[in-house]
C-alpha cells in the first residue's frame, strides 16, 4: 500500500514541485482546520433556530458580503498580492481574538444577537478566504500543474477539515468557545507564513510568461469582479453553476439542520452531531480526490468532473425525495464530499487559464456575494413553497433538477481563449 502511494506521487509530482506542493497543502490543512475548529459552534445556532428562520442569517451574510466585496476590491485593486493575501488572514486572525470577549460578555450581550454576529463571520470566513486560497493557488500553479496537483492539495484541506472538528469535540470542554477561537487563530498565524513560503518558491519558478506575479498589482476598478462576471460569458456560466450547486447544498443545509435540531435537544449534543457528520464527509471527500478526481482532471479535464459532480447530487437528491428522513444524512455527507472533492478543484482548474484580474475579483465575487445571494433565495423560496403547501419530496424533486442541470452547465463549461481583462 505504502510503495502504491510511493508510486502515485512519483509519477504525479515532479522533484521541483515537492516541497511546494507539501506547504500548499499544509496550508489548506491548517487553513481548514482553522474553520472546522469553529464551524460546529456555527451550525448549532442554524439548528436551534430552524430551516424557517435561515433566511435571516442568510441576509446579514449577504448583505456583509455586499459590504466587504468593494472593501476586497479596493485592496487588490492597490496592493501587490504578497501584501494583501496576508493582510486578509491576518485580518481574520484579530477577529478571531476579538470575538473572545464577546463569547465573555453572552448574557449581556444576548445569545441571539451574537449568535447571528457568530453566524455572519464565519460565513464570510469560510467563503472569503477558501476563495481566496484557490484564487492564490491558481496563481502559483501553471493549467497543467494545476491538474495533476490540486487533488493533492485538496486532501490537505480534507485532512484539515477531519482534524479541527475532532480538535474541537477534544477541547470545546476544557478550553470553551474562548480557547478554540485562540487555537483558530494561531492556525491562521501559520497560513500566513504558508504564504511567504509559497510566494519566495512561485518567485524561483515563476509561470511561463508571467514572472514576478507577487510584484505586480493587479489594478482595476473595486467593482471590476461584479461588472466582469456580468460582462464575460464564461464567468455568466461559473455563476450560473456556483447557483445551481448552492441550490442543492442549501437545500441540504436546511433540512439537515431541521433534522439536528429535532433529534438533539442540547447545544452540546447537536455540536457533536456536526463533528461527526464533518469527519464522515471529510473521509469521503479524501477517497474522491485521491481516486476519482485526479483521474478524471488529468485524462477528461475539468468538465467531466463537472458533470459528474451534478449527476451525484441529483441521483442522491432523488434518494431523499423516495425515502425521506434520515436518508438526508447521507445526501449531506455524499453531496458535500462531491461538492468540495470534485466540483470545487476542477472548476477552480480553469481559473488558471484566465488573467489575475479575473481569479482574483470575478472569482471570489462569484464565490463570496453570488454564493451568498444564493443561500438567500433558497431558504426564502423553501419557505415560499411550503407556504404554498408543496411537501418535503416536491422540495427534493425540484432539487433534483437543479443538480441535473449543474451537469447540462458543466459539460458547456470552457475556459474562455484569451484573458477577458488586463491583468
Known sequence: MLDTLKNYLRETVRPHEQSALFVAAAYFFVLLAAYYI??????QFSAAVGSTQLWVFYLAVFVTTLVLTPVFGALTSRLRRGVFIPAVYA???LCAIGFIPLFNLQQQI????????FFVWVSVFNLLVVALFWSFMSDIFDRVQARRLFPLIGIGGALGAIAGPAMTKALVFVVGVQGLLVVSALLLGLCIGCVYWLLGWARRHPVAGEPDRDQRVIGGSVIAGAIET????????VALLMLLGDCVGTFVYAFLSDYNGAMFATQEARIGFSSSLDLATNVLQILFQLFLTREILTRLGPTA???LDGVVKAVMLLGFALLGGGWIIAVAIVTRASAYGIFKPAADSL???VDAET??????FIDTAVWRFGDLAVTSGINLLRGLSVA???LALITVAAGIASAWVGSRMRPPAAPTANG
Open 392 to 394: 418535503t419530496s416536491g
Open 359 to 364: 481569479r482574483y475579483k470575478a472569482k471570489n
Open 110 to 117: 444576548g445569545a441571539k444577537v451574537l449568535g447571528t454576529i
Open 91 to 93: 485580518f481574520f486572525l
Open 38 to 43: 469553529i464551524r460546529p459552534v456555527r451550525e
Open 230 to 237: 456580468m460582462r464575460s460569458p464564461f464567468l455568466r456560466r
Open 351 to 353: 481559473y488558471t487559464e
Open 305 to 307: 468532473a463537472l458533470v
